[in-house]
């Protein structure tokens, strides 16, 4: 496989050609197909009772992006489902409204701090230590990989997503899709903690199950997709017009990937990651974005909520959320609303299997 893990381009050495492997691809593309279902992250407990004093903090990447929102309005949800006192602070990825946020809720009481959503907390290591030395605990939601990446020791826990099945997920996808000979440019902001689970899982899974494929990795920072993410694309396809497929990390980047894809004239397709709703919108009206992988992100404010309970009740601690990973695709994108939503789709089943465990159903 012809593959590159660079800023830019560069093209390595061609393995022997081989056949792909179709019947994992397959297998993978129809299990998260079906219908979420909920599984339990631990034993039932009295929320209620346990977090009656107790009070918790959240701090998002940025409320500018609508999935941090979404996953924020996920706790909210929970805390007035259980009765506690829960803070939503207002951040624009900037790193010193997360430092305010962590004083904040220090001066003011707050039991527990989560960081949530792709928040680099190795960015504020003195201000978690010293939140940690006042008897605040600090976590962090949907930030690192469940498998593959370390809760640091600076921080009392973290409730972690599946990212590398995620990008499992998008590589099969293709592999189907393309029967096989894929020709992909992938994109990441590489400063955002998931995206190296995310980037390795796709760019590995390419190469262990299509050992004929191509692919093309290009960091594009956050802060730049609206300048360089549309001109990284273009001149990729018009240097290479036999690209297939274009999986940005995240799938907000389709913003600025489709009118590359329109303007080189290519007939690639997009896959990608969230289930941002204008993403998923564009399944429904477009043909160039093709599918997104989406979890529904009520079910991951649920979920860390219940992790963080679950820490300051005395419970065991719970590493992964139970977020069932989702494909959107021609096939069910009604489903997901008109115009589409971050929760329709994924049926509520979470909701119930919640209120059950905290003891109130």
Not at 280 to 285: E, G, V
Request: charged share 15%.
């Amino acid at each position: 496989m012809k593959h590159l893990l660079v800023t830019g381009f560069a093209i390595a050495a061609m393995t022997t050609p081989a056949f792909a492997d179709m019947d994992d691809a397959k297998a993978l593309v129809a299990k998260y197909s079906q219908a979420p279902t909920f599984a339990a992250p631990g034993p039932a407990f009295d929320a209620k009772t346990c977090m009656a004093d107790k009070k918790m903090f959240i701090i998002p990447l940025t409320n500018a992006n609508p999935f941090n929102a979404a996953i924020s309005r996920g706790f909210v949800e929970a805390a007035d489902i259980v009765g506690f006192e829960l803070r939503d602070w207002e951040t624009q990825m900037d790193p010193a409204g997360w430092i305010q946020g962590i004083s904040t809720a220090v001066a003011e009481g707050f039991d527990l701090i989560d960081l949530q959503g792709g928040l680099p907390p190795e960015f504020l290591v003195p201000q978690i230590t010293e939140a940690r030395a006042a008897g605040v605990k600090v976590t962090a939601t949907h930030n690192w990989d469940a498998t593959t990446q370390q809760t640091p020791d600076f921080m009392d826990g973290a409730a972690n997503t599946d990212y590398v099945t995620v990008g499992e997920v998008m590589a099969a996808w293709a592999i189907v899709q393309a029967g096989g000979k894929v020709n992909a440019l992938v994109l990441g902001p590489d400063e955002i903690t998931p995206t190296a689970p995310l980037r390795d899982a796709i760019l590995n899974y390419l190469a262990d199950n299509c050992p004929d494929c191509t692919t093309r990795y290009i960091n594009v920072p956050v802060t730049d997709w609206a300048t360089q993410g549309q001109p990284a694309v273009q001149n990729a396809l018009l240097a290479d017009p036999s690209i297939n497929y274009v999986l940005p990390v995240y799938d907000s980047m389709s913003q600025f990937v489709v009118p590359a894809i329109q303007i080189a004239g290519s007939n690639a397709k997009v896959v990608s990651y969230n289930g941002t709703p204008f993403v998923l919108d564009m399944i429904r009206t477009g043909d160039i974005v093709e599918m997104a992988v989406g979890e529904s992100l009520g079910w991951v404010g649920m979920a860390g909520t219940d992790a963080n309970m679950r820490l300051l009740c005395g419970l065991d601690p719970v590493g992964r959320l139970n977020t069932p990973a989702f494909i959107f695709s021609d096939a069910n994108i009604e489903t997901a609303g008109n115009p589409a939503t971050f929760n329709d789709g994924y049926g509520d089943v979470h909701i119930a299997g919640f209120k059950a465990l905290w003891g109130l159903e």
